[in-house]
C-alpha cells in the first residue's frame, strides 16, 4: 500500500482509517463480520479513492449540481488529511481526529473550483458502536454553497436477502431513471442494482438474512439518503470492483445533495454524523 493508515482499537470493535481522504476503510466489532466493506480489487494508491469504507464527499456529490465537476465526488476524498492523534473516551472507547483546510488541497485538482476559505475536523469514534462527524467551518466574508456525504459500503451477507427498513412514506427519487418524485411504500425489498436518493437523513434498519444481523444506521445534520449498489452491469464495468462483489455490498449514504446542498454563512459550522451499530436476528 502506498498510503498510510492507523488503527483505531478498543475493547468491542476496531477501525483502520487511511490518512489520505480520513478514509475509514473497515469498521469491525468483536466477534462479528466486517460492517464497513471494502473490494479486493481497490487502489490503495496516492491520488486514487478506495472502493469501499467511508469516503467522504466534498464540496460536490458526484459532478455537481452544474456537473461537469471534476474529480467525481469532490477532492477531500483523495487528499491526504492531518491526522491529530487519539484519545480515550469516557465510556472505554477511542476516537481520532483529522483536520483539512485549503492549503491542504492547493495541488489537488479541482480545488480551484471552491474558492473559499474553511476548516473540516473529523471525528471517528469507536466502541460498540462507530461514530463518524464531519464538521464544516466557513472562514471565509461570504456565504458558500457545498454538497457533502459519507458514501458509506455496507457489508451484506447477500443483496438479494438483505431489506432496509424505516423508509416507508419518505420522499425518493431514482435519479438516472427519471426526475419524478415518488413516495417510498414500504420496506426497500429490491435493492440489487438500486441507485435511489430519498428526502430524509438515515434512521433505519439494514436486516441482513444471510449474516443474521441488523446493521442500524443513524445521522444528524443529514437532508438525503442514498442507496446504491452497482448490480452486475455496473460492477463489470469497475476496474477496482471484483464481477460478484456486488453481491456483498451496500452503500447507505448520507448527505446533503442536489437542491439540498447546504448554505454555510460566515463564522458558522455545519455538522454531519452518522452512526453505524448491529444486533443480531
Same mark, same amino acid.
Given at each position: @500500500?502506498?498510503?498510510?493508515?492507523?488503527?483505531?482499537?478498543?475493547? !468491542?470493535?476496531?477501525?483502520?482509517?487511511?490518512?489520505?481522504?480520513?478514509?475509514?476503510?473497515?469498521?469491525?466489532?468483536?466477534?462479528?463480520?466486517?460492517?464497513?466493506?471494502?473490494?479486493?480489487?481497490?487502489?490503495?494508491?496516492?491520488?486514487?479513492?478506495?472502493?469501499?469504507?467511508?469516503?467522504?464527499?466534498?464540496?460536490?456529490?458526484?459532478?455537481?449540481?452544474?456537473?461537469?465537476?471534476?474529480?467525481?465526488?469532490?477532492?477531500?476524498?483523495?487528499?491526504?488529511?492531518?491526522?491529530?492523534?487519539?484519545?480515550?473516551?469516557?465510556?472505554?472507547? @477511542?476516537?481520532?481526529?483529522?483536520?483539512?483546510?485549503?492549503?491542504?488541497?492547493?495541488?489537488?485538482?479541482?480545488?480551484?473550483?471552491?474558492?473559499?476559505?474553511?476548516?473540516?475536523?473529523?471525528?471517528?469514534?469507536?466502541?460498540?458502536?462507530?461514530?463518524?462527524?464531519?464538521?464544516?467551518?466557513?472562514?471565509?466574508?461570504?456565504?458558500?454553497?457545498?454538497?457533502?456525504?459519507?458514501?458509506?459500503?455496507?457489508?451484506?451477507?447477500?443483496?438479494?436477502?438483505?431489506?432496509?427498513?424505516?423508509?416507508?412514506?419518505?420522499?425518493?427519487?431514482?435519479?438516472?431513471?427519471?426526475?419524478?418524485?415518488?413516495?417510498?411504500?414500504?420496506?426497500?425489498?429490491?435493492?440489487?442494482?438500486?441507485?435511489?436518493?430519498?428526502? !430524509?437523513?438515515?434512521?433505519?434498519?439494514?436486516?441482513?438474512?444471510?449474516?443474521?444481523?441488523?446493521?442500524?444506521?443513524?445521522?444528524?445534520?443529514?437532508?438525503?439518503?442514498?442507496?446504491?449498489?452497482?448490480?452486475?452491469?455496473?460492477?463489470?464495468? @469497475?476496474?477496482?470492483?471484483?464481477?460478484?462483489?456486488?453481491?456483498?455490498?451496500?452503500?447507505?449514504?448520507?448527505?446533503?445533495?442536489?437542491?439540498?446542498?447546504?448554505?454555510?454563512?460566515?463564522?458558522?459550522?455545519?455538522?454531519?454524523?452518522?452512526?453505524? !451499530?448491529?444486533? !443480531?436476528?
Amino acid at each position: @500500500m502506498d498510503i498510510d493508515s492507523v488503527v483505531i482499537a478498543s475493547p !468491542s470493535s476496531n477501525a483502520r482509517v487511511f490518512h489520505q481522504g480520513a478514509h475509514v476503510e473497515q469498521w469491525t466489532p468483536q466477534g462479528q463480520e466486517p460492517v464497513v466493506w471494502v473490494s479486493q480489487a481497490s487502489a490503495y494508491q496516492v491520488g486514487k479513492s478506495i472502493r469501499g469504507g467511508i469516503p467522504i464527499i466534498f464540496p460536490w456529490f458526484n459532478q455537481g449540481r452544474t456537473l461537469g465537476l471534476r474529480p467525481r465526488h469532490g477532492f477531500a476524498r483523495t487528499t491526504k488529511w492531518e491526522y491529530l492523534g487519539s484519545r480515550p473516551l469516557p465510556e472505554g472507547g @477511542m476516537q481520532a481526529t483529522w483536520f483539512f483546510d485549503p492549503t491542504s488541497a492547493q495541488e489537488a485538482e479541482g480545488a480551484d473550483l471552491f474558492p473559499y476559505d474553511y476548516a473540516l475536523h473529523y471525528r471517528v469514534s469507536c466502541d460498540e458502536a462507530l461514530t463518524v462527524e464531519l464538521e464544516i467551518t466557513n472562514l471565509s466574508d461570504e456565504d458558500f454553497e457545498c454538497e457533502l456525504a459519507f458514501h458509506t459500503y455496507l457489508q451484506v451477507g447477500d443483496i438479494e436477502r438483505t431489506t432496509l427498513e424505516g423508509l416507508d412514506g419518505v420522499e425518493a427519487v431514482n435519479p438516472f431513471i427519471s426526475p419524478e418524485h415518488f413516495t417510498q411504500e414500504g420496506n426497500v425489498e429490491s435493492l440489487t442494482g438500486i441507485d435511489r436518493v430519498f428526502f !430524509s437523513g438515515p434512521n433505519l434498519t439494514v436486516r441482513d438474512e444471510a449474516l443474521s444481523r441488523n446493521i442500524q444506521v443513524e445521522s444528524e445534520g443529514a437532508t438525503n439518503t442514498i442507496v446504491w449498489n452497482p448490480g452486475p452491469e455496473g460492477a463489470a464495468g @469497475m476496474s477496482d470492483m471484483g464481477d460478484d462483489e456486488w453481491r456483498q455490498m451496500l452503500c447507505v449514504e448520507a448527505g446533503c445533495i442536489y437542491d439540498n446542498a447546504i448554505v454555510v454563512e460566515p463564522g458558522r459550522t455545519h455538522t454531519l454524523s452518522y452512526r453505524l !451499530s448491529t444486533t !443480531s436476528l
